[in-house]
């Protein structure tokens, strides 16, 4: 009975053990789940990297969409390369679905740009980071931007890429259409090894439906002043151009199929620049001038009764073995379809026909003051080309006539050269001598009654006053000598009208060169 009494207290405490370590595992259970919904409700982890970490403080800098706390600063730290600073921002899970790789972080802070005052709400409050949601593949690391973006995501209009390889631009340059502004610069990457520069830019609507495939950008800087063969220029746009400059476009051809978002346009340096390389796309020619072309440059314009229809492309010089002669090929290139019309498949065969009935060139003063030259085509139908020769690479070559003021100045000379070769001397001599012979003939007559007698004095003086005439005339004559004082007073004053000329083209290619020594002087 005792061996009995002794086993059941052993069978009882080996249950209560069994019961004792269901506490701890419940426990045990309990605390996971805690920690679980303290991790779930916690948020996700993502990086931010921005230039600098002005005004950002873990632990208390929050992430806001519209003024809402949906994160907060966990900490930061330099990257790898030192050149940046790399954000980790708690979130809350919620949010996860709306941040993919298009979506766009920037810091809130006061700022003063070309857009005006902003971020003056963080002066108490302290900096935060902003955040807009985009629509692509979700993902967790970002660029931040180091400006607020101009123009919010959800604004209708289009985004496009401008390629330029000069700077200048500055982010929130405004973008006009016929002066209006109709969008703005919101980014700027510079690519490659900084030879070219890439800006993000918005054109809003109604605007963005000017924008085709055919469009044209260019910096518009509010002012253009220029010398040039067609003269002064002087331009100016709006006064917000003129202050900040700015980028101007224009749709030349309105059929053409409108632009998509990202689709990239080049930035041109200026209007002129676009009209030029317009120009350079025509057919190719080459002219042979015999006078000086001092003041024709590339770039010079070739009109057509006062119509631009081409362009100077290249001034060389260039030895001819077979003349033994340095030749002067100026290379030129003309737009069939400006002098023909809008009819391109026939434009290039009706030039081609005007040069042989007689289109030929002719060297023009464009502006006296520059001292620029231009090339004018006109019609010599009273001598036909015919048949146009070729160079050695296969460009027909357009006659020439020669500049007015050459023609004028050979026949000058030629006239001077024939004055020259008269026989001044004999041709006096025998003035002379018939003047004798009038004098003794009226001596002969005397004996002639009274009443006319008056009438043969008066006779005389006359006939005398032409004898002192002549005599005069040929005095000038002998002046006109090489070696008189008359001729080398003339030669004296055609040196001094070509030095004149001279000073004056020096003067020209000073103010072409600086233009500003006009206000301020040398």
Do not use: C
Request: charged share 20%.
């Amino acid at each position: 009975m005792n061996g009995h009494d002794t086993e059941l207290p052993e069978i009882t405490m080996a249950k209560s053990r069994f019961w004792i370590w269901l506490i701890p595992l419940a426990a045990m259970l309990m605390g996971g789940w805690l920690l679980f919904q303290h991790y779930a409700q916690r948020g996700v982890l993502i990086t931010v990297s921005f230039e600098t970490a002005s005004g950002l403080v873990a632990g208390k800098t929050q992430l806001r969409f519209k003024d809402l706390t949906i994160g907060t600063v966990e900490s930061l730290e330099l990257s790898q390369d030192l050149s940046h600073i790399m954000v980790h921002v708690r979130v809350a899970r919620e949010v996860l679905p709306y941040l993919t790789e298009d979506s766009r972080f920037w810091v809130v802070r006061p700022r003063i740009d070309r857009q005006g005052i902003s971020g003056l709400n963080t002066l108490l409050s302290g900096a935060y980071i902003a955040i807009e949601p985009g629509s692509g593949k979700p993902a967790t690391v970002f660029t931040g931007l180091e400006n607020p973006p101009i123009t919010p995501s959800e604004t209708p209009g289009l985004r496009i890429l401008l390629e330029t390889d000069s700077g200048g631009i500055e982010v929130g340059t405004p973008v006009y259409f016929r002066k209006i502004h109709a969008g703005t610069v919101e980014a700027r990457t510079i690519l490659g090894n900084h030879d070219r520069i890439l800006l993000d830019v918005f054109i809003k609507s109604p605007y963005d439906a000017h924008v085709t495939a055919s469009s044209r950008f260019w910096r518009d800087s509010g002012i253009d002043f220029s010398f040039g063969a067609d003269g002064i220029r002087f331009q100016s746009e709006s006064l917000e151009s003129m202050l900040v400059g700015g980028i101007a476009f224009d749709n030349p051809d309105p059929a053409a199929s409108s632009a998509k978002n990202e689709d990239a346009f080049h930035l041109f340096p200026s209007f002129r620049e676009i009209r030029s390389r317009s120009m350079q796309m025509g057919k190719k020619f080459v002219l042979y001038f015999d006078s000086s072309i001092r003041g024709l440059n590339p770039g010079a314009p070739v009109d057509y009764k006062g119509v631009q229809i081409g362009e100077v492309l290249s001034v060389r010089l260039y030895y001819d073995k077979d003349s033994d002669s340095i030749q002067i090929p100026v290379k030129i290139s003309i737009l069939p379809e400006i002098l023909m019309g809008n009819h391109h498949a026939k434009a290039e065969t009706h030039l081609m026909e005007m040069l042989e009935k007689g289109l030929k060139a002719r060297l023009e003063m464009g502006n006296m003051l520059t001292g620029q030259l231009f090339i004018s085509m006109e019609m010599d139908s009273d001598n036909p080309s015919g048949k146009l020769s070729y160079t050695e690479e296969g460009l027909p070559v357009i006659p020439t006539l020669p500049h007015p003021f050459t023609q004028l100045a050979g026949k000058a000379m030629a006239v001077f050269d024939r004055i020259q070769k008269l026989p001044m001397e004999g041709i006096a001599g025998n003035t002379i001598a018939t003047m004798k012979e009038a004098q003794a003939l009226l001596k002969g007559l005397q004996e002639i009654p009274e009443d006319i007698k008056p009438l043969l004095a008066y006779s005389q003086e006359v006939l005398a006053a032409i004898q002192m005439t002549l005599e005069g005339l040929n005095e000038g004559l002998d002046g006109m000598k090489p070696g008189s004082p008359l001729y080398r007073d003339l030669s004296q004053a055609a040196r001094e009208l070509a030095e004149s000329a001279r000073a004056i083209r020096i003067l020209a290619e000073s103010i072409e060169a600086r233009p500003d020594t006009l206000i301020y002087g040398k």
